[in-house]
């Protein structure tokens, strides 16, 4: 069976633009939760969603929004890029809100320039 | 916010050898979780831990669940080179968000 997959695996963007990323969970959860994680340190919790509504929030701006699609892929939007945000965005699926067993994806790597 | 102390930073040992890392947190946890990570890819997920005093294996790799639920410890037995990487223990506190601990990195020397 697959995995969570992720895309793009790399991209390279200017300040102030913006970013979709996208995440496709494994055959059969349907939560997908995103967190970021910059070089050295374990990954912050972004988003929960579960059932297309967001169930959970971390700390980060609102420039981060996601939203989560009918089969359960997401997508994870960040706006008006700043070179802090450069990271690697990473993708987990859960069977459920309540799983505790998160799986990960492989992760976005953004670099803003 | 909650923080994991996680503990070592780094660990430099002999293949062959046995390792052991842990995780404490000033928070009850109802979970924990262990990944490990290689460079450039994402955690894979080790062991998870339900139940405050829980010991579970997973091959070589033993982690309990602390009696306070305040921290956890992994060790991995006979180790060789392929458990180079990055291990994280992660807490779950409300439903879907994980606290990450800053991570142990290992290194085995064949």
């Known amino acids: 069976d697959a995995g969570v997959t992720q895309s793009p695996t790399h991209l390279i963007k200017t300040r102030g633009q913006h970013v979709t990323l996208r995440c496709s969970p494994i055959?059969?959860?349907?939560?997908v939760s995103w967190y970021q994680q910059v070089l050295g340190q374990g990954p912050q919790f972004i988003f929960q969603y579960y059932e297309k509504e967001e169930r959970g929030r971390g700390n980060f701006p609102d420039r981060f929004s996601a939203r989560q699609f009918p089969n359960y892929s997401s997508e994870l939007n960040v706006n008006a890029l700043l070179l802090g945000d450069s990271a690697l965005y990473l993708c987990a699926s859960s069977l459920s809100q309540s799983e505790y067993e998160q799986y990960f994806g492989p992760g976005t790597r953004l670099t803003v320039t | 916010g909650q923080q994991l102390n996680q503990s070592p930073q780094s660990m430099f040992i002999q293949e062959g050898e046995d390792v052991s890392m842990n995780c404490t947190s000033s928070?009850?946890?109802?979970?924990w979780l262990w990944y490990k990570q290689d460079p450039g890819e994402g955690p894979v997920l080790l062991i998870a831990?339900?139940?405050?005093?829980e010991l579970t294996s997973n091959g070589r790799l033993t982690a309990q669940f602390g009696i306070t639920r305040k921290d956890s410890f992994l060790n991995i037995s006979a180790s060789i080179p392929s458990d180079v990487g990055i291990y994280f223990c992660?807490?779950?506190?409300?439903?879907?968000?994980?606290?990450f601990g800053q991570g142990t990195e290992l290194s085995v020397k064949p």
């Open positions: 831990l339900y139940k405050a005093g």
């Open positions: 992660a807490g779950q506190l409300v439903q879907g968000k994980l606290i």
């Open positions: 055959s059969g959860h349907k939560s």
């Open positions: 928070s009850i946890f109802n979970t």
